[in-house]
């Protein structure tokens, strides 16, 4: 299993970025599909989850109303649309994918898989 995660730079503050995690080795369209990121220092944070079918997403409060996940299972892709970034977005953001089950898919250890990152910029 494979997921790769891309997309990331450098973006002036009120600005926007979109980053992809492309997935390989898995039935991706059987996976819920996460995205968390990690700021220097601190721990791995959830931002949001999108179901196997894209037809549930659920976000963490600091990023409601400016991201926006979605994934295609056809390219098996998810993606995270970012919009009004804020400094304290700045981190290195991180795919996962996890199996069904009954969890809140908002914590680190129901994922079974992760990619190697991506690493966002904002500056103020």
């Known amino acids: 299993v494979q997921l790769q995660a891309s997309g990331g730079g450098l973006v002036q503050a009120g600005g926007s970025l979109r980053v992809s995690c492309a997935a390989s080795?898995?039935?991706?369209?059987?996976?819920?599909m996460g995205w968390f990121r990690q700021a220097p220092g601190r721990e791995r944070e959830f931002v949001a989850f999108i179901t196997w079918s894209g037809g549930r997403t659920y976000y963490a409060d600091s990023v409601k109303g400016r991201f926006t996940i979605s994934r295609d299972n056809v390219k098996n892709t998810m993606y995270l649309q970012m919009t009004n970034l804020k400094p304290e977005d700045t981190a290195v953001y991180y795919c996962?994918?996890?199996?069904?089950?009954?969890?809140?898919?908002?914590?680190?250890?129901?994922?079974?898989?992760w990619g190697q990152g991506t690493l966002v910029t904002v500056s103020s």
């Open positions: 996962g994918a996890a199996n069904p089950s009954r969890g809140s898919y908002s914590s680190v250890r129901e994922y079974d898989y």
């Open positions: 080795g898995l039935t991706f369209s059987r996976y819920v």
